[in-house]
Each structure stands twice: as structure tokens, then as C-alpha cells.
């Protein structure tokens, strides 16, 4: 049996650990209740925030220092405005996805599609509100409010949405004025295309535009998942796009449910976040148990193991508590969010260290990495705080940004990298142990010349069976990984796309699960056993440490 102890793990990952913290600690917090500023933006389409809503839920909207660059007086062909989708769970939108080279804001509303346009009339002064008047009664009623009185609804329509949908009859052009000096408030509706459009007056400071909308959930039909997007619409359709109009506007954005400021998906996140931080403790008690009772058989590597789950505990358990304070005041205490973070850098970062090392032998075998085993800790540690970092910049940054795209991006190259490049050790044992149960298979062929050489042939015998265990223990160990991959980065993201949006926990609770069982296998498999094939060492093994002790 190889001695306890061996050597350490690379000193150089704690160097990393302090990078990703510094990172860490630099960026800005979250917050359900939004605020963004963008200054300067040659984007055609910027995404600003997606919420699920239940009944009696709301979300206001103030959009103010909308600008142009150069004005809009000089800006032939350009429509700048937002768009309100609708959809019943975290899918793509097809009709905001068609005709890419073509901006939605001059498209009519579609009759079967959850949609609402608001246009600015930068010349006249107004916002155009347009919606399908088929599905009026699945949108929410948008209110606009004035700069004098923030409770005050500007807009006061004849008829609501809902009426006109409901009473069959064919929808009439109107008009209302309730402030005829002011042009506050007008309604039309086109009747060969059933679109019903409002407008409504924004304020103009100098060429720096300035409004305030709401809406609120009214009924069980308009529960959804919500998306808001800014366009802006430069040329014309079938010419070339040289787009050279920039844009600047702050945005603030509150969105809340009846009992709580998380989206529908993300309201039972808290329990769920507490529940598996306690089966996680469990089981690293239970694994720190049989550390105890098999004392003779533990290795380091045991102990590193141990504390994967507490450290996973202790992560959720801070997950929950800044879920909690996002839930009930709208933003998270900025203390709880940076031991969060911490923790779940150190979290993922100890998660592939493990696996890597079990895939390695490092401990169990051999004490002293080679270099292919330093070099994949040099690849796989960087990355996965890199990984780590990029996330708590997605996590602290709002997702109308230029940084939030690019940090996505960077997130899934690094992860996908890292999935990689950990089972990258476990193929090369499993080569390795394939080469050497093939080379014992030759030797045991060979016939006993003498009665001296018996112990030389059951030697030979007794590698070969250690090899051919440990071959199917690592293949194991190689399906495992590859499952509890496939199950965290795909199958969890096709649930989180396609289950209804009141059910997007759903794609957190099997990612929990999947990293839960996926701990308890590897418990199982690696556990300090005399008959793990895993601990039992060949005579070469013996033989090579021998030699490394001399």
C-alpha cells in the first residue's frame, strides 16, 4: 500500500484564486430593480430585460436623456422605439428572430402575435403604442404617466383593449383628446389591419427625450414571460446599411410580483437553494464518516474530496440568502452577493481540481504529477477562474450592456474548454491501463521454464486482474463525467428553453441533482475501501515507488 501523504497539489493555483477574487471583488451588484445607462451605442437592438409575471404583477418603465447622434433632424430614415414581447417560456421569439436585416418597429403587428410596439415620434413629440387588436386581451393595458403627477395616467382610451376584443364588432377609427393644449393624449385604429395604435406625449428638453410607462397583469391570460427590447431602425429596407447614428439613454426598470421582486421561474430558487445546501451537508457528513471507520485506507485526496460538498453547501446557503433579499426589497445586500461569489469561485475551482487529480491518480498512485498532468492544471485552473469571474461579471452586470454579450460568450467558450480538458486525464489512464493489461495478457502467455519462476507467473496474473479493474473503473469514471456534463450544460438548458416560464426552476433543480449524484458516484467509486481496485497497487506500482522513495 503507498504511503499517506504525497506531495501537493500545484502551489500556483492559489495565485489564480486570489486573481478571480480581486476580480471579484471590483464589480458592481445586481439588482432586480434595473437601472441602465448607455452612452454613445451603435446598436441596432439592444435586449434590456426579460421578467415572468403572474397576476396582479407590474413592471415601470422610466426612459430618460434619450438622444440621437447626429439629431433626428438630420437623420433621414431612422425610427428609434421599443418593442414589449410576450411568450410562454424562455424559447426564441421567431418574430422578432425573422428578417434580421429588417427592423420590427416597421412591421405591423402580426394578428397571433404577443407583441407591442412603442414608436417615437421625435418631430411631433410622441410615442405610437401599436398592438394586434386579436390579441389585446393577452397584453397588458401600457399606461403612460405625466412629469407633473407620477400617479397620473395620461392616456384615457374610450374603449379598453379587452372590450374591443370581446364585443366582435368591427373596430372604428377614434380619437380623444383629454388635453387638447398639451396634445397629450390620442387614440386611432386601423381597421384593414385590426392594429389598434395610441400615442402618447413625451417630453422634449433640447433634443433629449424623457418618458414614464407602466402595465400590470389584469388577468390570468396575460401571465407570461416578459421581454423588452430598444431598436433602432437606421435606412431603408433593400438599400445599404451604413449605421453611423449613435444613441444615449438612461433606463430605469422595476418589475415585481405580487409577493415577491424574483421572476416567476426564480421565486422557489430560495427553498430549493436551502433544501440541496442541506443534502449536500449530508453527504459530507457522511462521506467524513467513512474517512473515520476506514482510516487505514485514506488517502489526501479523501480529504479534498470531503470538502467539495461542504464548500457546495456553503455556496448554496449564500445563494439562498441573496435570493432572499433580492426577493423581498428588489436588490441583494452587497456583503451576502461577495461571499456568494467567493465561495462559489472556490466551489468551481476545487470541483475540476478533484476530478482532474482522481482522473490523474495523484495520491492513489503516484505522488508527483508528470508534466502532461501539470500542463492540463495549468490549462484547466486558469480557466476555470477565468469561468468563475465571467459569471460574476454576468451576474453583476446589467443585461442591456455591451459587456454582458461578451462575457456570455467568454462564460460558455471557457466552460465548454474546461468540460473538455478535464477528461483528458482519464483518457490517458484508461490508455495507459489498456496498454499494460495488454502487455500482461502477452506475459502470462509465456510458459514457466521452472518451478523458481511460479510467483513470477501468478505476479503477472494478479497486475493483469488490479489493470483490468482499474480499466473498468475509469471507464465508469469517464461515463460519469461525460453524464454529469451532459446533464448540467445541455439537458438542464434545453428544460430551462422549453418548460413554461413559471417552471425555469425546474432547470436549476436538475442541475443541483445532477451535481449531487454525480458527487455521491464519485464517493462511491473512489470510497477508501482494501478491495477498491482503485487503491490496490500492481508490483510495477510498488516498484516505481520504491524507487521514488530512494
Known amino acids: ?39 454613445d451605442d451603435v446598436r441596432q437592438k439592444v435586449h434590456l430585460n426579460t421578467f415572468g409575471f403572474f397576476k396582479d404583477g407590474f413592471m415601470k418603465v422610466n426612459v430618460s436623456n434619450l438622444s440621437l447622434k447626429p439629431p433626428m433632424s438630420a437623420a433621414k430614415g431612422t425610427e428609434v422605439g421599443f418593442s414589449l414581447d410576450r411568450t410562454r417560456n424562455d424559447g426564441f421569439s421567431t ?12 412591421k405591423k403587428p402580426e394578428q397571433d402575435v ?23 386581451s393577452l397584453l397588458p393595458k401600457i399606461s403612460f404617466v405625466s412629469e407633473e403627477n407620477a400617479t397620473a395616467t395620461i392616456t384615457k382610451p374610450t374603449k379598453t383593449s379587452e372590450q374591443n376584443a370581446d364585443s366582435g364588432t368591427s373596430l372604428e377609427e377614434t380619437e380623444q383628446n383629454t388635453d387638447g393644449k398639451d396634445k397629450k393624449s390620442q387614440r386611432s385604429t386601423t381597421t384593414s389591419q385590426s392594429i389598434i395604435e395610441q400615442q402618447h406625449h413625451v417630453h422634449n428638453d ?40 449613435l444613441f444615449s439613454l438612461d433606463i430605469e426598470i422595476t418589475e415585481k410580483n405580487p409577493e415577491s421582486y424574483l421572476s416567476a421561474g426564480e421565486i422557489p430558487l430560495p427553498k430549493l437553494y436551502i433544501s440541496m445546501a442541506l443534502f449536500f451537508f449530508l453527504s459530507g457528513t457522511v462521506w467524513i464518516h467513512i474517512l473515520r471507520k476506514r482510516r487505514n485506507d485514506v488517502f489526501k485526496i479523501h480529504w479534498l474530496m470531503a470538502a467539495l460538498p461542504f464548500t457546495k453547501s456553503l455556496s448554496l446557503v449564500f445563494h439562498a440568502i441573496d435570493y432572499h433579499y433580492i426577493s423581498s426589497q428588489g436588490f441583494p445586500i452587497e456583503g451576502w452577493a461577495v461571499v456568494y461569489y467567493i465561495t462559489h469561485l472556490l466551489k468551481g475551482a476545487l470541483l475540476f481540481i478533484t476530478i482532474a487529480l482522481i482522473g490523474t491518480g495523484w495520491a492513489f498512485i503516484k505522488h508527483i504529477l508528470s508534466d502532461k498532468d ?56 484508461i490508455r495507459h491501463l489498456q496498454e499494460a493489461s495488454a502487455t500482461d495478457g502477452k506475459d502470462s502467455g509465456v510458459q514457466k521454464q521452472s518451478r523458481k519462476e511460479f510467483w513470477k ?65 464519485t464517493g462511491y467509486k473512489f470510497r477508501p475501501a482494501s478491495d477498491n481496485p482503485y487503491l490496490q497497487l500492481s508490483q510495477d506500482d510498488e516498484d516505481d515507488l520504491q524507487m521514488e522513495a530512494v
Open 374 to 429: 501539470k500542463k492540463i492544471f495549468m490549462i484547466v485552473i486558469p480557466l476555470q477562474v477565468l469561468a468563475n469571474v465571467a459569471y460574476i461579471i454576468i451576474e453583476s452586470t446589467e443585461e442591456g450592456t455591451t459587456e454582458y454579450g461578451l462575457w456570455k460568450e467568454i462564460l460558455f467558450l471557457v466552460d465548454l474548454l474546461c468540460c473538455g480538458a478535464i477528461l483528458f486525464p482519464v483518457v490517458w489512464s
Open 95 to 106: 418574430y422578432l428572430d425573422e428578417e434580421l436585416d429588417y427592423c420590427i418597429l416597421r
Open 206 to 245: 433640447g433634443g433629449t427625450f424623457s418618458f414614464q410607462f407602466f402595465f400590470n397583469i389584469s388577468s390570468d391570460n396575460q401571465e407570461g414571460l416578459y421581454s423588452l427590447y430598444f431598436h433602432k431602425c437606421v435606412g431603408e429596407k433593400g438599400q445599404p446599411n451604413n449605421d453611423k447614428q
Open 114 to 136: 404577443s407583441i407591442v410596439i412603442l414608436l417615437l415620434d421625435f418631430t411631433n413629440e410622441v410615442v405610437k403604442v401599436r398592438f394586434s387588436a386579436e390579441a389585446s
Open 1 to 39: 500500500m503507498a504511503a499517506r501523504g504525497g506531495g501537493a497539489a500545484p502551489g500556483w493555483a492559489a495565485l489564480g484564486l486570489r486573481l478571480g477574487l480581486a476580480l471579484l471583488c471590483a464589480g458592481p451588484v445586481a439588482a432586480r430593480v434595473h437601472h441602465l445607462t448607455l452612452r
Open 457 to 521: 507467473w501468478g505476479s503477472v496474473l494478479t497486475n493483469a486482474a488490479i489493470n483490468l479493474a482499474k480499466l473498468k473503473l475509469f471507464r465508469h469514471y469517464y461515463v460519469m463525467i461525460v453524464c454529469y456534463i451532459y446533464f448540467t450544460r445541455i439537458i438542464a438548458i434545453l428544460i430551462k428553453i422549453a418548460v413554461p416560464f413559471q417552471w425555469k426552476w425546474l432547470y436549476q433543480l436538475l442541475d443541483e441533482m445532477a451535481t449531487l449524484v454525480f458527487f455521491v458516484l
